[in-house]
């Protein structure tokens, strides 16, 4: 991976292929790794910036105070800023996988000069009602004697569908591993931050850039029903499906995804 030091941290990211700039952001609590099939294809014909989030992967936390997190605003400024960092003046495609997408709507509140397109998979518009919040802040308060292995193992079941976890263990582990290795006060600090965050719904319907909205067919956490909600208040949106996936649409159905991608960048 390359780093690049920004502001208070050294962020690693995935820089490859050339061509229009497709920004990959990854969910909670993984890192750039879940696009690696989405990386290999897109490159072909884009430049793919794919970052570990700050905290994740192989980007420090930096400073944080451990009573406040992360808010998804600094790390939608931490994008725009890893852009600058790269002499990326161009409007990009932006592509947020659940945290990655409420990290969006921040990214379009704040940033909306770098934005030409939107891709929102697997994700929500609205705020946490009181016992996701709940939840949230009960993880953030304990994560640390718990460690991180009873996250990836709570987690699980709501990220993929059944008939994945039955029929490829193998992604799951991959999952597994990937969450069991995040530190601990990254995965507090996103909790914090994601428990805070703001309904993004209002946003919706002045969204004036091609957007795509993509969600898995199982998915629990951004059901059909309230992704389908946000496709239809974005003028113009296209609305993917895929069937048979759960929450981790870019894991378990790669080609799928890499599809609806392409069709809708090569449509741009
Ligand atoms: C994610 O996949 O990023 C998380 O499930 C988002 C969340 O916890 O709401």
Redesign the pocket.
């Known amino acids: 991976m390359n780093t690049v030091q920004l502001n208070d941290i050294n962020l690693a990211y995935i820089d490859r292929g050339a061509g229009p700039v497709v920004l990959l952001v990854?969910?909670?609590?993984?890192d750039h790794s879940m696009w690696d099939a989405q990386i290999d294809a897109i490159s072909a014909e884009h430049r793919v910036i794919a970052p570990d989030l700050r905290g994740y992967g192989e980007s420090a936390l930096g400073d944080v105070d451990d009573a406040v997190g992360v808010p998804l605003e600094r790390y939608a400024d931490d994008l725009a800023s890893l852009l600058n960092a790269l002499h990326i003046t161009e409007p990009v495609c932006y592509v947020g996988?659940?945290?990655?997408?409420?990290i969006g709507w921040q990214f379009w509140r704040r940033h909306r000069d770098h934005v030409a397109a939107l891709v929102m998979c697997?994700?929500?518009a609205v705020a946490?009602n009181d016992e996701?919040r709940a939840m949230?802040l009960k993880m953030a308060a304990h994560v640390a004697e718990w460690g991180a292995g009873k996250v990836a193992e709570a987690?699980e079941p709501?990220?993929f569908a059944e008939s994945t976890r039955k029929e490829r263990p193998e992604l799951v582990a991959e999952t597994r591993r990937v969450i069991t290795s995040t530190n601990v006060r990254a995965i507090a600090a996103?909790?914090l931050g994601?428990a805070a965050r703001v309904d993004s719904t209002e946003l919706l319907t002045d969204i004036n850039v091609p957007t795509l909205v993509i969600v898995g067919e199982h998915d629990v956490?951004?059901t059909r029903d309230e992704m389908s909600g946000i496709a239809e208040k974005i003028p113009g949106a296209k609305f993917v499906e895929i069937a048979g996936a759960g929450?981790?649409t870019p894991v378990e159905d790669p080609a799928a995804v890499t599809k609806a991608l392409l069709d809708f960048l090569r449509g741009l």
């Open positions: 990854h969910g909670f609590p993984l996988f659940s945290m990655g997408g409420y697997d994700t929500r946490d996701g949230r987690m709501k990220l996103a909790q994601m956490l951004s929450h981790m």
